[in-house]
């Protein structure tokens, strides 16, 4: 388990933080002692985005540490960069001298957070050393059980293959289950075949660790969720091999797992009431001889055929059997979770979380929640038109159409054929990866979207 994210406890003797903004600088310096306000004169403290200015105070020690809040665009821009600075301070107890409130006082404690996380399984990692008590205004409580699940999905996302195969996504939920008293049951290789989920069989089979598919339920609300998270452990590409340069990515494929692993830690932590169904097809694509080929036709679990025309599309093929079975036992909402296709990142880059729904009410309340929490999605449509794409004539559906226009589109289009009968579907095309280093969101795996669905759902069972 990851590490745990959490503010100090209160401290008497804190160090004073106050966020000042740039048309507030001028009052604020002269209200400052005569020396304060000269220090920070001269070093040019002018409000502008996380910077900062340590005054000087007796014995070495700063009197008060002043951070610039920066203008509304400059935060749009750059989120969590207060909460970044504040983690970036020397060693020290630091509190700030004012409540904060709404959704950018939410924004700075969180960004705190999310800055203390480091991947220290195969290296020593310098912590940070500035400690920050628990902010007034905001749920502190919470704001750490949502910093807990970011740091499993990127613990896991960042896990190299060889030790992130099938079986430890299955060790990792059952970790989960077992510190929230969920239950969990795991169908394994062949067995996949004797209970109707032949398409993560045949993804699969070609690895030397078995294939799976784990199915973890916990709570007994009203309110039903099920969460579907695409587990590709390392995607080859299969006999459709990728090139060494589009390889070199492949231990984040089971990005959708690890979200959803991450979001369904907040929600058992939150304990929110809702009865929650996790479910992941958890395989790895690999080269053997009895690889799945291009030309290949299976049948998936609900009955329809599915002609391979590329073993590198293999992601909607294992969702297609989860999402099946999902649909077999609809909850009121079904979300499935995929790093899934390169579209999307040409569509909208590595920042969004591009979402599918045809329910426009979760589609409002999604967005709306993303704005509040700083975690951005962008709605892309089941363009009806495009159906005739993925229809390939020889058998029911096509897992990869020809052309290269709208592959995420047509992916998503796919998948929904897979759940007619649920009430509300949403799926997520993600990325799961920051390429370089950003305030709160070191280079390496990363959750997106589930910060805003969890927003959602609680807005929602609110209201």
């Known amino acids: 388990m990851p590490q745990p994210l959490r503010f100090a406890a209160p401290d008497t003797g804190a160090i004073p933080l106050t966020l000042i903004d740039p048309d507030g600088v001028e009052a604020a310096l002269a209200a400052l002692p005569e020396t304060q306000c000269a220090w920070a004169r001269y070093h040019g403290f002018a409000g502008a985005l996380a910077q900062v200015c340590a005054l000087p105070g007796p014995g070495g020690v700063p009197a008060a540490v002043l951070i610039g809040r920066g203008t509304a665009a400059e935060r749009a821009r750059q989120r969590f960069a207060i909460g970044a600075a504040i983690a970036g301070l020397p060693e020290a107890t630091y509190a700030l001298t004012a409540p904060l409130d709404g959704a950018e006082g939410e924004e700075v404690a969180l960004g705190y957070l999310l800055s203390l996380y480091r991947f220290s399984r195969y290296r020593a990692q310098t912590p940070a050393k500035a400690r920050l008590a628990a902010p007034e205004g905001v749920d502190a409580a919470r704001l750490e059980r949502i910093a807990g699940g970011e740091a499993l999905t990127r613990d896991l996302i960042n896990t190299p293959a060889e030790d992130m195969g099938p079986d430890a996504i299955e060790a990792a939920a059952r970790a989960l289950a077992g510190e929230y008293g969920a239950g969990i049951t795991v ?208 058998a029911d559906l096509d897992n990869a159409p020809s052309g290269g226009m709208a592959g995420a589109i047509t992916a998503a289009l796919f998948l929904r054929r897979f759940v007619p009968d649920v009430p509300s579907y949403a799926h997520f095309d993600i990325y799961g990866w920051s390429a370089s280093n950003a305030p709160a969101r070191p280079k390496g795996g990363v959750g997106m979207g589930a910060r805003a669905i969890f927003r959602a759902l609680t807005d929602g069972l609110a209201s």
């Open 187 to 394: 169908i394994e290789g062949d067995d996949l075949l004797a209970q109707n989920l032949p398409l993560i069989h045949t993804v699969g089979r070609a690895a030397t660790r078995a294939p799976r598919l784990i199915d973890l339920r916990w709570g007994s609300g009203a309110q039903s969720l099920t969460l579907v998270g695409k587990g590709v452990c390392f995607d080859t590409g299969g006999l459709n091999l990728k090139p060494g340069a589009s390889m070199g990515l492949m231990k984040k494929d089971m990005g959708g797992a690890a979200t959803v692993l991450g979001l369904a830690q907040m929600i058992m932590a939150e304990g929110l009431d809702l009865s929650l169904r996790v479910l992941i097809p958890a395989v790895e694509n690999a080269v053997a001889g009895n690889a799945f080929r291009p030309g290949d036709i299976f049948t998936a679990r609900n009955g329809k055929t599915v002609e391979i025309n590329n073993t590198d599309a293999e992601g909607r093929l294992v969702l297609a059997d989860a999402l099946a079975l999902a649909n077999e036992s609809p909850s009121d909402l079904t979300i499935s979770m995929a790093t899934l296709t390169g579209a999307a990142r040409v569509a909208v880059g590595p920042d969004l979380a591009p979402f599918f729904t045809d329910d426009d009410g979760f589609a409002t309340a999604l967005s709306q929640a993303a704005a509040q929490v700083a975690d951005p999605v962008w709605r892309l449509p089941f363009h009806a038109p495009y159906e005739a794409l993925i229809e390939p004539g020889i």
